[in-house]
């Protein structure tokens, strides 16, 4: 993913000094150095209240009642492994009660998949007795295995939906079926996907995965207005939309029609076996690019695991990944999305487990 982008935060006590100490300097694979942002930032109300905001004054100032030691961040091996190159930094907002004690942690540019893990471990600091309650930015860098310019890929990974849970900040803006469009009937929803890539700016970029005839200018209009935290690094992931649905008198099974409609379960989660017998097409995904970037793997196995819905018409619905293949991830779901069963009475879901062997 390139390029990597820098977020400048300004303010009037902007200091921008490197840490000296031994825990935060250590640059290998994967490991971080942190970076004092004495700056003001607004209060993005995130964990343990506090009785009033406190103040935000440079890092400097708090850091040096710092009493824990050899507890700074790491990123988590999954999301390293994600992002594969380059450099990805995330800025949080620690603040401190006066007893010492890291009572809220927010994240001010986030890093997807990561932050949760990384606030944790900043809740553990411990400081020594401060004069007030106070709060400071401190900027984390994050070196990957691969360096930027040795980088194989062009684009931002597909991630977890959930990794963008919460970054979000528009709201109120999902797309609406146009005046003039009839809503389809609940056997057949329309069901569009749509790749969306959100910078570090927190903006979007949108592209279609799969169309929704006639109204992709609108989706694609709708969605492009949507922001999000600023981010450490770009994301993308896949974004489904529906519309509302009709009554069922013209689906398999109901009133108007008479194709049999399979009965598995009232909605909900089958097994993959249970399913396997009615799909009608669909080829079995290939990797891409991963056996040539992981010829490492020679005589290992790589393992991924999908969560399929599929529509009462037996078209895919949704898909998401629960083991994730990483960056093979988006090569697999779009063939996985192909995949065609015969009519069911209910929207239903299973787990699809892939297994590939280097030999």
């Known amino acids: 993913m390139r390029p990597f982008f820098w977020l400048s935060v300004l303010g009037a006590f902007a200091i921008g000094i490197w840490m000296s100490s031994s825990t935060s300097m250590a640059m290998a694979d994967g490991t ?45 091996e999954f999301v390293r492994a994600m992002y594969a ?8 907002k620690i603040c401190v009660h ?81 005046v003039g469009h009839s809503p389809p009937p609940v056997c057949d929803p329309i069901i569009g996907v749509y790749k969306l890539c959100v910078q570090p700016t927190g903006t979007v970029r949108v592209s279609v995965v799969r169309s929704i005839e006639g109204l992709d200018r609108h989706i694609l209009n709708t969605l492009v207005r949507w922001r999000y935290r600023s981010m450490g690094v770009p994301a993308c992931i896949w974004q489904y939309i529906q519309f509302p649905s009709t009554g069922s008198d013209q689906c398999p099974g109901g009133g108007g029609l008479e194709p049999e409609a399979i009965r598995l379960s009232d909605g909900g989660v089958v097994s993959a076996r249970s399913i396997r017998t009615l799909k009608v097409s ?29 529509s009462n018409n037996g078209s895919v619905a949704t898909i998401d990944p629960e083991r994730s293949l990483l960056r093979e991830d988006e090569s697999v779901m779009q063939t996985l999305l192909t995949w065609r069963y015969k009519p069911l009475s209910a929207p239903t879901c299973f787990m699809q487990h892939l297994q590939y062997v280097f030999e």
């Open 282 to 310: 669909g080829d079995d995904p290939h990797l891409s690019s991963i056996g040539k970037l992981l010829g490492r793997l020679r005589g290992q196995m790589l393992h991924g695991t999908y969560k399929i819905c599929i």
């Open 98 to 178: 006066k007893n010492g004690e890291a009572i809220r942690i927010e994240p001010i540019i986030t890093i997807p998949g990561a932050d949760f893990e990384i606030m944790t471990e900043l809740k553990r600091w411990r400081f020594s007795t401060l004069p007030q309650d106070a709060c400071f930015l401190q900027r984390f860098e994050f070196r990957l295995k691969i360096e930027e310019r040795d980088c194989p890929f062009s684009e931002p990974p597909l991630v977890p939906r959930d990794w963008l849970d919460g970054a979000k900040l528009s709201i109120k803006d999902e797309p609406q079926l146009p």
């Open 85 to 92: 190159c380059g450099t990805i930094t995330g800025t949080y």
């Open 32 to 76: 971080m150095a942190s970076r004092d942002l004495g700056v003001t930032s607004t209060n993005l109300n995130l964990g343990q209240d506090l009785p009033s905001a406190p103040d935000t004054v440079p890092a400097s100032f708090v850091m040096k009642y710092k009493l824990s030691q050899k507890d700074d961040p790491h990123l988590p």
